[in-house]
């Protein structure tokens, strides 16, 4: 059973519009939740983060929100840029300071369309 | 500053054989993580390790085995491949204390 779900596979945004990645945990014991971006035949690179403390944390075009209640995280990319184009994945930390690995979801991939 | 590295970056291995994956960090960070990649699945955990000799099984740890000698290493080995088995591998590490992981280029594996 899926921890965490991204349930499109795809999503297309035009160039300069905001681009809205969602991700949904159904484990209460996820404490910490990250972001990657993955490019073809490379590795998942880092992105931004949130503790479970927070319910947005912003790092230039990227923002992350989360909603504990609704076991809900979103990322928000304004605006959305060509270099943008990518697999991004969800993932999430249960309490343990990061040794025990993170969960992924399946991953959503976005298309910038100029 | 090589960060972290994986060789091979390619391996076509038959049904069977024995195969090592290497993984080489160089911020001596205490945790290091294996991955698999699989389409419909994202990234699941196969292997974990919090520092030189101790390692955890993860989600996915059947038909692997891991040492972790030096803190900087942390091999994976498939000892008889299978062909459930052909994935894109994924060394990570972080730093103890934090969750955000850094990953190297991965390794595309085939058994055939």
């Known amino acids: 059973d899926q921890q965490v779900k991204q349930n499109s596979p795809s999503l297309s945004v035009q160039e300069g519009r905001i681009s809205i990645l969602n991700c949904d945990y159904t484990n209460s014991m996820f404490d910490y939740f990250l972001w990657y971006k993955k490019y073809p035949a490379e590795g998942p690179t880092f992105l931004i983060s949130i503790s479970s403390i927070k319910d947005k944390n912003e790092d230039g075009r990227f923002t992350v929100f989360l909603n504990k209640s609704a076991k809900h995280l979103s990322l928000h990319i304004v605006p959305s840029q060509p270099g943008d184009s990518a697999v991004y994945f969800c993932a999430a930390s249960s309490i343990g300071g990061g040794a025990d690995g993170l969960t992924f979801g399946k991953g959503t991939h976005l298309i910038i369309q100029p | 500053d090589a960060g972290i590295t994986q060789s091979p970056r390619y391996k076509i291995t038959e049904t069977g054989r024995q195969v090592t994956l290497m993984c080489h960090q160089t911020?001596?960070?205490?945790?290091m993580f294996w991955y698999r990649q699989d389409l419909g699945h994202g990234l699941r955990l196969i292997y974990y390790s919090a520092a030189a000799d101790i390692t955890d099984k993860g989600e996915v740890p059947d038909g692997y085995v891991v040492s972790r000698s030096k803190t900087e290493n942390f091999p994976l080995t498939l000892e008889s491949a299978t062909r459930s088995q052909t994935s894109v591998y994924f060394c990570?590490?972080?730093?103890?204390?934090?969750?955000?992981?850094?990953f190297g280029p991965g390794t595309r594996l085939t058994v055939t």
């Open positions: 911020w001596s960070h205490s945790y």
């Open positions: 990570a590490s972080s730093v103890r204390g934090r969750h955000e992981q850094y």
